[in-house]
Structures are given as structure tokens and as C-alpha cells.
């Protein structure tokens, strides 16, 4: 860190990630900050910069040697297990600071002398008295696997007996009573029963006759609405799909397909057409709903259908440390691998982490939102090539209303800022103003990426409302519009902003101008 940004975070305030201590307390305070640190998402530790407002102060020598020292002291004596810190010495004003970096812990969970499990709440921290929390800690650190725990009340005696043999012949080739141990061994070493003879929540979801009498919130709610809006009173269709996960696969299948349009697409009179949405876009993103959700979450994966959209709103979040950009690239962390495992057995799943590199090959306007503040993950697929931001806007606040949350900082609109664009989105949108009929593979060659990074990034931008496809597919074109103004041109502009839609419609080819130099456009015209 530099100086310059160590000032920048001081005035910013304490966040979930950012802490200001004046000095070193004691060292039960500052187990409990480090144990907060490592059970949520890291951070960093300003020593010398005042509690709660930043307001920078320093350190002498000698508070500066004993921070350092005991800091050591407590991450090896007051934590468990324990905890590595790195340190930093940064001068301003001829006054020094100490920075204390805890990453986020692999873990979890940590604990402080007393036994106590802190976690970071906000700017604040709050001690975790529950145990599903506690177990979600436990997951997040692959210590426990809640689809390998054991249903209450079931036993062998609810197996599917057809499902369980159709297993075990794609699996091995023969049926369960044709190995050469006792069925109740084969079933416990497979995971399909545990030590007590309970089905595991993976054998139940996969081989249960009725799964959903011991687990009723694992099922799909279904709802075909009529218009755009969530919070519609009409619909088309709403129903319950139950069953196992691959019977629940197989009826979602058949019931996306019949709420979706065949357009003919020049083929003959007697072709049924190509159906709107790619069958591998809504194959590979049911199949990762359902095998992918957050079981200590007591809630229904959500299918919806709306006009111009598909949402498929899965209760559970990334995985700790995750992102959207990992998993795009096929970064494979199964939250559930048990449930994996039986699914590249029983449908078309193939796991290794290929499935949403898949979707993302797809010609289709897919959109993955992750939402750990609500533990949801939406993948809503665009069903027109051309979608405006009101409409974007409306289905992401209909989104937060459902769970209840705000998220300021996500809201989208014409005069919002998106995060910092990354030299990969920023070649591409000035290649695509050059060459705006350019195809996603052209682009790749031209920039020297893959059409997978080029696809997800293209999607990026269209979310951030800094790209816009206009026309078909084949015969389209793509416009560059409320871009933020690059390095290069910001030094000749005076308020480095956003092009707006009616400044962009007085330039020839919607780029990057200035405000100036938009307005003269306007008057010269």
C-alpha cells in the first residue's frame, strides 16, 4: 500500500474489511478482531489511525515496535487455530502506521481463548451463538459436507430400487446385489447411507422414492408470470416440481420448453423450429441449481418466466472465496460434491467446472448475479436481443424486494458509475466502436483473447450499460454508449464523465467525446 492510499483509507471509514485501532489494546480485543477477519472475508488492521472516524494520529517507535510484537504474539497464542498475519510500516507526515493484513480463513471456524466464534458484521463484529451458522462456517471450510449428513426417519426401506440399479450399471457396471460385499456395505461406501443406515441428504435427493416427505423445501417453484413483473397478480402457469433431482431436471426441462417460442427461422413450414433459448444454456443452468444449492438454506430453487426474461434463482450464493469471473474461466469448487458426483451419474451434468464456460459459448444475452447479502444466485437469461436499462433496472430492484434487501451500490442507471473497467473490457469497447459489426470471435482474435473471455466480458459491459446489441444477431451491430471516458481522452475533457444516451446520439459513432465537445456537435448541427 502507498501513502497516498493508506490516506484515501482513512478517510473512508471502518468497513467489513477495514479497522482503525489508535494503539494496541489488549490482547483479547485483538483476537477477537482477528478472528472476525479470518471467519468472514479478511481485511486489514490501521494501527495509529483513530477508532470509528480514521482520523490519523501515528504511532511513536516505540508503539510501533510493541504493535508489532504483540500482534505476533497473540495471532500464535490467542486464536485457534492459528492465524498469519503480515505486517506493514507506512510513513505520512513523518508519522508512522502499522498495517495488520488477515486474509480470509481456510479454516473456519476460528475461534478466540474464550471459545467464542466472531464474525464481522458491517463495520462492526458480532459473536456467532448459532449453529447454522456455525455448521455454514464449518462447510465453508470443506470440514463438513451437509450432503453426506443423515435424514432423520429414513432408511433403506425408502431407496428407489430402479433408480439405485440404474446407477450403479452407469457407474459399474452392475447392479448393487452383484457386488461381493452386503448391499448395506455398497450402499454405506457409496454415500448413498450413513453409519446409521439413513439415507444422506445426497442418496435421498437422487434415489428417494419421495423425497420431499423428509426434505419438502427441495423442490422448483415454478411460475410462468403474465408481462415482466414479479409482482404480477396474473400467470400462466405456477406449479410445484418435485421428485428426485434428476426427475426435478428432466420435468423443469419439459416445462421451460413449453412456456418458450419456436420461431421458424426460415426453416420449412413443417419444422418445428428452433427453440428461443439454446437447450444447452437451460440445461447446464437448471443442472447447476440443482446440484449447486445451499442445503443448510430451507428454500425452493425459484424458476420464473417473464416476458422478455428467465430468472433461475438458486438459494445459496458462490461458495466462500468464489467469484462470477472464476467460475466464467471454469474454476471448479462443488459446494455439494456428493450431489456432483451422483449427477454426472444420472444426467447430462458433466462437472469439471465446464458448465457455465458453456453457457457463456452460447449466442445468448446471460446475465449471473451473485448475492451473498440475500445467499441467492440468479442466472436470468434475456429472451430479445435488445433489452433497455428501465427494464434491467426493474427485474434487479424486483429482485432485491423479494429477499428483502437493499443494495444501493448495485442499483443501476443512466447516471451511475460501474466499477473500474479492466484493461481487457476497455480494448474491446474501443475496438468494438471501430468495428462495431465485428463478431465475438473476431474480437477475440483481434485482441489476442479467448471467445470465452471475450463473451463474458461483452456480457459485463451490456450489464454495466456501456454496450448495446442493436439489430439480429447475424445482421446486428454493436453501440457503444454511456462509456466512461478512457485515460487517453480524459486529459482533454474537464469533468471526465459519462457520455449520456441524447450527447451520444449528436456523435457519428456513439464514442468516447467530452461533454464540451458533445455540445458543440449539438450547436454546429
Known amino acids: 500500500m502507498t501513502e497516498q492510499e ?6 473512508l471509514g471502518e468497513t467489513t474489511t477495514v479497522q482503525f485501532k489508535l494503539e494496541f489494546t489488549t490482547p483479547k480485543q485483538i483476537a477477537e478482531e482477528l478472528v472476525a477477519f479470518a471467519n468472514t472475508h479478511g481485511g486489514v488492521i490501521v494501527f495509529g489511525a483513530e477508532d470509528k472516524t480514521g482520523r490519523m494520529v501515528g504511532l511513536t517507535y516505540e508503539q510501533l515496535q510493541y504493535t508489532s510484537r504483540e500482534l505476533g504474539n497473540t495471532a500464535n497464542d490467542q486464536v485457534r487455530p492459528v492465524i498469519y498475519i503480515e505486517t506493514e ?10 498495517l495488520a493484513y488477515v486474509k480470509r480463513g481456510e479454516y473456519k471456524p476460528y475461534k478466540d481463548l474464550a471459545g467464542n466464534i466472531w464474525v464481522k458484521q458491517g463495520a462492526d463484529k458480532r459473536r456467532v451463538t ?42 459399474f457396471g452392475k447392479r448393487i446385489d ?31 422414492k419421495e423425497p420431499q416427505m423428509f426434505r419438502p423445501q427441495h423442490c422448483i417453484k415454478a411460475v410462468w408470470f403474465v408481462g415482466n413483473h414479479i409482482g404480477g397478480t396474473q400467470y400462466h402457469d405456477s406449479r410445484d416440481i418435485t421428485g428426485t433431482i434428476p426427475e426435478m431436471y428432466e420435468d423443469a426441462m419439459r416445462w421451460l420448453k413449453s412456456c418458450l417460442n419456436r420461431p421458424q427461422n426460415g426453416q ?17 443452468l437448471v443442472q447447476n441449481a440443482l446440484v449447486h444449492l445451499d442445503l443448510l438454506k430451507p428454500a425452493a430453487i425459484r424458476l420464473l418466466v417473464f416476458d422478455n426474461r428467465i430468472e433461475i434463482v438458486n ?5 466462500d472465496g468464489q467469484t462470477i ?132 466480458n461483452i456480457g459485463r459491459l451490456q450489464q454495466y450499460g456501456l454496450l448495446k446489441r442493436l439489430g439480429s444477431k447475424k445482421k446486428g451491430q454493436w453501440i457503444v454508449t454511456n462509456v466512461f471516458v478512457s485515460e487517453s481522452d480524459s486529459e482533454n475533457t474537464d469533468n471526465n464523465a459519462f457520455v449520456s444516451e441524447s450527447d451520444s446520439e449528436n456523435t457519428d459513432n456513439n464514442i468516447f467525446v467530452s461533454e464540451n465537445d458533445s455540445q458543440n456537435d449539438t450547436q454546429k448541427k
Open 130 to 171: 448459532e449453529n447454522v451458522e456455525i455448521r455454514r462456517l464449518l462447510q465453508q471450510s470443506r470440514q463438513y459436507q451437509v450432503d453426506e449428513e443423515g435424514v432423520d426417519g429414513s432408511s433403506e426401506n425408502d431407496i428407489d430400487t430402479k433408480a439405485l440399479d440404474a446407477y450403479f450399471t452407469k457407474a
Open 325 to 456: 469471473d472464476e467460475i466464467i474461466l471454469g474454476n471448479s469448487d462443488p459446494r455439494n460434491p456428493q450431489l456432483a458426483q451422483f449427477g454426472s451419474k444420472t444426467m447430462p451434468y458433466r462437472g469439471l467446472g465446464s458448465g457455465i464456460p458453456r453457457v457463456m459459448a452460447e449466442n445468448c444475452d446471460v446475465e449471473l448475479i451473485d448475492r451473498p447479502e440475500g445467499n441467492q444466485f440468479i442466472a436470468r437469461v434475456w429472451r430479445t436481443t435488445q433489452k433497455d436499462e428501465t427494464t434491467t433496472q426493474k427485474a434487479n430492484e424486483e429482485l432485491i424486494s423479494t429477499t428483502h434487501k437493499e443494495e444501493s451500490t448495485t442499483q443501476k442507471s443512466k447516471n451511475t458509475t460501474p466499477k473500474p473497467l479492466t484493461t481487457t473490457q476497455k480494448t474491446i469497447l474501443n475496438y468494438l466502436k471501430e468495428h462495431p459489426k465485428a463478431t465475438r470471435q473476431e474480437v477475440a482474435e483481434a485482441i489476442g483473447e479467448t471467445e470465452t473471455v471475450v463473451r463474458f
Open 315 to 319: 438459494p445459496g450464493c458462490l461458495p
Open 6 to 11: 493508506l490516506v484515501e483509507l482513512c478517510g
Open 89 to 98: 510500516t507506512l510513513k505520512h507526515d513523518g508519522r508512522a502506521y502499522l
Open 268 to 284: 420449412s413450414f413443417n419444422s418445428e423450429g428452433d427453440l428461443e433459448i439454446s437447450e444447452v444454456v437451460l440445461q447446464e
Open 178 to 208: 452383484e457386488f461381493s460385499m452386503p448391499p448395506k456395505t455398497v450402499l454405506k461406501n457409496a454415500h448413498i447411507t450413513d453409519e446409521l443406515g439413513r439415507l444422506t441428504v445426497a442418496g435421498l435427493m437422487y434415489f428417494a
